[in-house]
């Protein structure tokens, strides 16, 4: 538990470092995963266990939804996921 404690905590800090980094500038390619992601940390946000686990996943999905703002602002959709059908 003390592992994952400190695991968490140093992921925190990368994190907030890279955030701090200047500003997002939103392209085609930058926006193509976003909504993804933000799904991706939803379930792990679920999930999670530990207190210090929850609070760094959702400073994640509050910067990927910023993210996902700034793309839908200039214009950038990304890719929306499809269900498979079989014919």
Not at 37 to 48: F, K, L, P, W, Y
Not at 58 to 74: D, F, I, P, V
Request: net charge positive; aromatic share 4%; hydrophobic share 40%.
């Amino acid at each position: 538990m003390k592992q994952q404690a400190i695991i968490a905590s140093v992921a925190l800090l990368i994190s907030s470092a890279a955030l701090a980094n200047g500003g997002f500038q939103p392209t085609a390619k930058a926006c193509v995963n976003v909504g993804k992601e933000i799904s991706r940390v939803s379930g792990e946000m679920d999930a999670a266990k530990s207190g210090i686990q929850k609070s760094w996943l959702k400073r994640q999905l509050g910067a990927l939804e910023t993210k996902h703002s700034n793309c839908s602002t200039n214009g950038f959709k990304g890719r929306q996921l499809v269900a498979k059908t079989d014919n």
